[in-house]
């Protein structure tokens, strides 16, 4: 199988992940986009962020319409900070105990800015052994040469979805719309668990 892999804090997952996995799943003719929701990040404040737990939900949630579309939990059962070479490791063994066999093509997705800072965090040369990379624009981030190494990392533009998770929560916060910018079933979660609605000081 060509399988893609898009990590994620997803906080929360919105419309443009699932543009983003779809275009590059078309791209690559990838046989299913398996979405990883990162672990808990302790660093980050807890007042406008959703527990990991909740995250995966919505994760699982906003992609269950789409055949191609999986989420993982590898990231999140496991503690500490998630790094990519971790997430591949982890969702190799967990095709092969599930079955589906080791031998498979890798595509990791991710953003065009996250891209050049996931080669300067750890093992990069790992984590292109295990996987080619699709990075993908976003909307205010150029396509200019991040000085990545070529062959195994791809750059696509997908359409200008100029959506972000940070935007998202603020929305909430806000009173703001988000219908459209993230499916229904997220909205209504959000909603449900009142995710994101906390005013910490006074709006700026
Ligand atoms: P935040 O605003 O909290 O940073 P985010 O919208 O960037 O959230 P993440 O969960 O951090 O969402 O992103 C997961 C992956 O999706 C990253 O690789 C990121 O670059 C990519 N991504 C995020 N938003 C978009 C978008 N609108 N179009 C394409 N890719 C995106
Ligand atoms: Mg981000």
Redo the contacts with the bound molecule.
Sequence with gaps: MRIGV??????PI?N??L??ASEAAHRFGLDRVIFSPTGEAYHKSADDRAPAEVRYLMTVVATASDPRFHVTRVDIDRTGPTFTVDTLRDLRAELESGGLGADHEWFFI??A??LAEILGWRDPDRILEAAHLVG?T?PGHRLADPGLPSGRVSLIE?PA?S????DIRARVREGRPIRYLVPTGVANLIAKHRLYHGVVGSPA
């Design positions: 898009m990590g994620g804090s997803f906080d919105h443009g992940h543009v983003a991710t953003g800015d996250a993908v976003r997908v979805l959506i972000s998770s940070t």
